[in-house]
């Protein structure tokens, strides 16, 4: 039996599973999505089918998807449903969740239902567009908003506000919600500028210029929930003899949520009240706070001990929190140098160690399989982003050396002891283990390692390049140079079997 409306009423409840009442399949299209990823099912299709579910927000989502497939997919055959298998740790109890998500009405593709969409435009009950088209979606391409339809997302999203726009007559409460949840900086500021110009490119009249402005909210948003997809073959299959239906569109999602909205308008906190069914959407005037504390403590602490795990031979990140000695440092590192490196104005101690905990849970989250080598990919980069900030802010916060830090960046640089191989890939081995690695900076690391003799001359090489580091030279931190090379030439003796420098 396939997962659709009609067959609803045949599957068992059960314990820990979720099925939508009938009433909700009826809701007004009050959301148009721009994207079909697990991203935004796993995160603002959940939230919105909360609220539905405890009768707040009552709206579904009409989802635009950028390709055309022939015949019925999965998403027409299924009327929308999907199964969100929600499995994790909270507060370091294990939770699992399931949930048959109705708050999709149906999926439209944009290159063949182009009018479709455009009549979802101008419909009365439309109030919110979400977008996730990845960070390149967001970006200026002159078209004209002729098309049917054109190639870009900005110029879509224009397209659909014109339509609007010219249905009601510019009436100045017809304005949209715009919640773009692309991980980039200022999500939503920098979308409206890029309609803005492509409204100035497309010579549209001053009145609609004006109307986009003053009656549209473009805001800046922060999602936050690891959303891994699809759940293995063998447990899919498992899945779905227990529940008794089978379901091509079924996804699994950490239970970690957050979706911080920068708003303080009135009129935007009452168009989203799906914010009141669950504290994971956060409607706030400045959504820097929850920025700072995803960069550093997530992201921050993910940089500054992969490489540390991946030398000591463990593959994934689950792996890594099962052992004490790594569990422990990783712990020390975030609420004993991450938190001190922050400003306590922007990020309250307190929350950033309740957030430190939420990561910790994520981090041994038993059903994620994050390979370190995935982190490893761009490290130069997300090294420089993410930690060069919190090993200056420690420094200059305490007027100490950040020694797990020191770690980190030992474990850093070795391994970008990296070299061609005959594919053209950079590669790099510890002990009989080899592994390859993609960054910006690998050939610059690699010449680095090829051109230096000994460990101190190799690290004040590589911490005083302000090319690499932003302009920063790493070597006026005080006491961070020495650590390093300490810590570098400790890694060497514990884990590998010969030297690698002197």
Same mark, same amino acid.
């Given at each position: 039996?396939?997962?659709?409306?009609?067959?609803?009423?045949?599957?068992?409840?059960?314990?820990?599973?979720?099925?939508?009442?009938e009433?909700?399949?009826?809701?007004?299209?009050?959301?148009?999505?721009?994207?079909?990823?697990?991203?935004?099912?796993g !995160?603002?299709?959940?939230?919105i089918?909360?609220?539905?579910?405890a009768?707040?927000?009552?709206?579904?989502?009409?989802?635009?998807?950028?390709?055309?497939?022939?015949? =019925?997919?999965?998403?027409?055959?299924?009327?929308?449903?999907?199964?969100?298998?929600?499995?994790g740790?909270?507060?370091g109890?294990?939770?699992?969740?399931?949930?048959?998500?109705?708050?999709?009405?149906?999926?439209l593709?944009?290159?063949?239902?182009?009018?479709?969409?455009?009549?979802?435009?101008?419909?009365?009950?439309?109030?919110?567009?979400?977008?996730?088209?990845?960070?390149v979606?967001?970006?200026?391409?002159?078209?004209?908003?002729?098309?049917?339809?054109?190639?870009?997302?900005? =110029?879509?999203? !224009?397209?659909?506000?014109?339509?609007?726009?010219?249905?009601? +007559?510019?009436?100045?409460?017809?304005?949209?919600?715009?919640?773009?949840?692309?991980?980039?900086?200022?999500?939503?500021?920098?979308?409206?500028?890029i309609?803005?110009q492509?409204?100035?490119?497309?010579?549209?009249?001053?009145?609609?210029?004006?109307?986009?402005?003053?009656?549209?909210?473009?805001?800046n948003?922060l999602?936050?929930?690891?959303?891994?997809?699809?759940?293995?073959?063998a447990?899919?299959?498992?899945?779905?003899?227990?529940?008794?239906?089978?379901?091509?569109?079924?996804?699994?999602?950490?239970?970690?949520r957050?979706?911080?909205?920068?708003?303080?308008?009135?009129?935007?906190?009452?168009?989203l009240?799906?914010?009141?069914?669950? =504290?994971?959407?956060?409607?706030?005037?400045?959504?820097?706070?929850?920025?700072?504390?995803?960069?550093?403590? !997530?992201?921050?602490?993910?940089?500054?001990?992969?490489?540390?795990?991946?030398?000591?031979?463990?593959?994934?990140?689950?792996?890594?929190?099962?052992?004490?000695?790594?569990?422990?440092?990783?712990?020390?590192?975030?609420?004993?140098?991450?938190?001190?490196?922050?400003?306590n104005?922007v990020?309250?101690t307190?929350?950033?160690?309740?957030? =430190?905990? +939420?990561?910790?849970?994520?981090?041994?989250?038993?059903?994620?399989?994050?390979?370190?080598?995935?982190?490893?990919?761009?490290?130069?980069?997300?090294m420089?982003?993410?930690?060069?900030?919190?090993?200056?802010?420690?420094?200059?916060n305490?007027?100490?050396?950040?020694?797990?830090?020191?770690?980190?960046?030992?474990?850093?640089?070795?391994l970008?002891?990296?070299?061609?191989?005959?594919?053209?890939?950079?590669?790099?081995?510890? +002990?009989?283990?080899?592994?390859?690695?993609?960054?910006?900076?690998?050939?610059?690391?690699?010449?680095?390692?090829?051109?230096?003799?000994?460990?101190?001359?190799?690290?004040?090489?590589?911490l005083?390049?302000?090319?690499?580091?932003?302009?920063?030279?790493?070597?006026?931190?005080?006491?961070?140079?020495?650590?390093?090379?300490?810590?570098?030439?400790?890694?060497?003796?514990?884990?590998?079997?010969?030297?690698?420098?002197?």
């Amino acid at each position: 039996m396939q997962l659709t409306t009609k067959n609803i009423a045949q599957i068992k409840p059960q314990d820990g599973l979720i099925i939508p009442g009938e009433n909700l399949f009826t809701l007004p299209e009050k959301v148009l999505q721009f994207g079909t990823g697990v991203l935004l099912r796993g !995160l603002p299709d959940y939230f919105i089918d909360k609220a539905n579910r405890a009768g707040i927000f009552n709206g579904r989502v009409a989802v635009v998807k950028s390709t055309a497939t022939g015949g =019925a997919d999965a998403f027409d055959q299924q009327e929308g449903l999907y199964t969100l298998c929600v499995r994790g740790l909270q507060n370091g109890q294990q939770v699992e969740e399931t949930i048959i998500n109705s708050s999709i009405s149906r999926v439209l593709a944009a290159k063949t239902e182009w009018s479709a969409i455009l009549e979802i435009a101008a419909s009365e009950a439309l109030q919110v567009i979400i977008s996730n088209t990845t960070e390149v979606g967001i970006s200026l391409v002159e078209e004209s908003i002729e098309q049917e339809p054109p190639s870009s997302f900005p =110029a879509k999203l !224009l397209a659909v506000l014109y339509h609007r726009y010219k249905a009601f +007559n510019g009436d100045a409460t017809k304005g949209l919600v715009v919640l773009p949840t692309e991980l980039i900086t200022d999500n939503g500021i920098k979308l409206q500028q890029i309609v803005l110009q492509l409204a100035a490119w497309n010579k549209l009249e001053e009145a609609f210029v004006q109307w986009l402005q003053e009656s549209n909210y473009f805001c800046n948003t922060l999602v936050d929930r690891i959303v891994p997809g699809k759940l293995p073959a063998a447990e899919q299959e498992q899945t779905e003899a227990a529940l008794g239906y089978t379901d091509e569109l079924m996804i699994m999602s950490e239970v970690y949520r957050l979706w911080a909205i920068e708003t303080d308008n009135e009129k935007v906190k009452e168009i989203l009240s799906f914010s009141q069914a669950d =504290a994971g959407v956060v409607l706030t005037p400045d959504i820097t706070k929850f920025k700072e504390l995803k960069l550093r403590l !997530l992201n921050g602490s993910h940089t500054f001990t992969c490489a540390y795990a991946i030398i000591q031979g463990f593959t994934t990140v689950k792996e890594a929190m099962n052992n004490e000695a790594f569990y422990q440092f990783i712990d020390g590192l975030m609420k004993e140098e991450i938190i001190p490196a922050l400003d306590n104005k922007v990020v309250p101690t307190d929350e950033a160690i309740t957030f =430190a905990n +939420n990561v910790l849970d994520r981090y041994k989250n038993p059903y994620l399989e994050h390979k370190w080598l995935s982190i490893a990919v761009q490290y130069t980069s997300k090294m420089f982003m993410r930690n060069v900030p919190l090993i200056m802010g420690y420094a200059k916060n305490t007027g100490k050396v950040p020694e797990k830090m020191a770690v980190g960046f030992a474990a850093y640089l070795l391994l970008m002891n990296i070299d061609k191989n005959e594919q053209g890939e950079f590669e790099g081995q510890i +002990n009989d283990r080899t592994y390859t690695i993609t960054c910006q900076y690998a050939q610059a690391l690699s010449d680095k390692w090829k051109k230096h003799d000994e460990i101190s001359d190799l690290v004040a090489d590589i911490l005083s390049d302000t090319t690499i580091w932003g302009g920063n030279n790493l070597l006026e931190v005080k006491g961070f140079e020495q650590a390093v090379k300490e810590n570098v030439t400790t890694l060497i003796k514990q884990y590998f079997s010969s030297q690698v420098l002197t």
